[in-house]
């Protein structure tokens, strides 16, 4: 803690250059910056290049008054221009000693309270974020710096209210620029979205669309730059939402990596229908006659789990569980005690599990937390096959009537990102009873 302190309040040496700007020794700023009529410039940059090309992308009065967020903010530039045009509070954040050092001098010299820097895993950041979002948000030239960027777009998508703007290398493939790996946490091991157009078609699904876009200028300030060119691009989170055929074309990624589950979902040998899910139950009843049993509802959101229960023929029909009714919810753990080991008048009961997706492993019942809590239980595990076109139809309806525009709260394709594959490994791996059901037809031709 004082260590930090002291390294936040060490001093900087500035000597004047050859063109009278201040020069800070040690120092890698990334880019000029220029406030109150001087120019500040790291002992370890290439003179010259600014932010300017950037910033004036926006709307004239875009920063008044406006909350930013600039992510591995290197010297600051981006903070102290939005802090030249107004805005009310601006926040960089950075990991590098060499360049956060450069931004707390020139934030002391210039006395500007407007802006503060955090050292920190930008990532991190991100996550413990908590409170509303920024109105801008920049992200310039990091994106290529992850291995797996599809999880910071979707927190650069959440942490933004109305502006995002991105700097990106054309080729961000390049295995050169993953030198940050390391210091990064890898959520999912994405293989849709490994390249530039794929970032932005990622976001436009998020509801982000560009507004403006141009080629970064002062190329020769970045490392590598004669490998691949860059741009930066303007977008601006939509208000209204799309009509349903435009949404459903922009869904390309998702609905391309569904059918590629859907595939091996159909090749999967134990796919079953609801009858059989009855003789699962049987047959568990056989092996242990005295062990009641109960059944658990799997499925992402709006997969239709309590459509597929809905549809059940009477005879099959068993009782929702009312204590648990969902798992996790609340007062649930005790409920899905007794519910995974009840009592002889207590079984051949239903509740239902929310799975997490694999883009937001965190919201929701996991894997891992299921296998956990089913360990050395007897219970029927019913995995709802979802296909894409109805699970779309089912989101966009309930955004629909919900919020009439997209919000923080919706993420359609987050719940369409889900992968049957590792659940039905699992299940295997584990011996956990599963049948597949399927929420509309309830029968095989569902998987004919
Ligand atoms: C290529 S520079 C771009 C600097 C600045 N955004 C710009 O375009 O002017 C990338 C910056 O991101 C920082 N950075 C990379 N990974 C980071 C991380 N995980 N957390 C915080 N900062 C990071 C680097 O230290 C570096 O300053």
Not at 71 to 97: H, K, M, N, P, Y
Not at 251 to 268: K, Q
Not at 419 to 432: G, L, M
């Amino acid at each position: 803690m004082i260590r930090a302190l002291l390294r936040r309040l060490r001093r900087v040496p500035m000597v004047r250059g050859r063109d009278g700007e201040l020069v800070l020794q040690r120092v890698k700023l990334y880019r000029d910056i220029r406030s109150d009529g001087a120019t500040f410039r790291g002992s370890d940059d290439a003179p010259g290049g600014t932010v300017d090309y950037i910033l004036d992308l926006f709307p004239p009065d875009a920063f008044r008054d406006a909350s930013v967020l600039d992510l591995g903010s290197a010297g600051g530039a981006v903070c102290f221009e939005a802090a030249r045009r107004a805005c009310r509070e601006a926040i960089g954040v950075e990991i590098e000693t060499r360049r956060i050092r450069g931004a707390w001098a020139i934030q002391r010299r210039l006395r500007c309270r407007t802006v503060r820097f955090h050292q920190q895993d930008l990532y991190r950041y991100l996550e413990r974020r908590t409170g509303e979002a920024y109105d801008i948000v920049f992200a310039l030239n990091i994106l290529h710096h992850f291995s797996h960027p599809v999880p910071l777009l979707a927190k650069l998508g959440r942490a933004s209210r109305d502006y995002l703007c991105i700097e990106t290398p054309d080729d961000a493939r390049a295995t050169a620029f993953r030198e940050y790996g390391p210091l990064l946490r890898d959520i999912e091991a994405a293989d849709l979205v490994t390249d530039v157009p794929g970032y932005f078609a990622y976001l436009k699904a998020l509801h982000w669309e560009i507004v403006a876009e141009r080629e970064s200028e002062h190329a020769k300030l970045f490392e590598l730059a004669n490998v691949t060119r860059r741009r930066v691009s303007l977008l601006r989170r939509r208000t209204a939402l799309p009509d349903r055929a435009t949404r459903w074309r922009e869904m390309g990624l998702f609905l391309e990596h569904r059918s590629r589950v859907r595939e091996a979902v159909l090749r999967d040998p134990h796919r079953l229908i609801w009858a059989d899910a009855a003789q699962l139950l049987d047959h568990l009843r056989r092996m242990a006659p005295n062990t009641p049993v109960n059944y658990l509802l799997l499925g992402p959101r709006a997969s239709g789990k309590s459509h597929a229960f809905d549809r059940l023929p009477p005879r099959h029909k068993p009782r929702y569980n009312p204590k648990i009714f969902k798992f996790p919810n609340a007062d649930g753990q005790h409920g899905l005690e007794r519910h995974l080991r009840p009592s002889a008048h207590e079984a051949e009961r239903f509740a239902e599990v929310l799975v997490s997706t694999s883009d937001d492993p965190r919201t929701h019942v996991s894997l891992d937390q299921l296998l956990h809590t089913l360990r050395g239980r007897s219970v029927v595990c019913l995995l709802v096959y979802c296909d894409a076109r109805e699970h779309f139809d089912r989101l966009y309806d309930r955004e629909a009537a919900a919020w009439g525009t997209p919000s923080e709260d919706i993420w359609i394709d987050l719940s369409m990102r889900f992968d049957y594959r590792p659940w039905i490994e699992a299940f295997r791996r584990h011996q956990i009873p599963y049948v597949i059901i399927h929420p509309e037809k309830g029968d095989r031709d569902a998987f004919a």
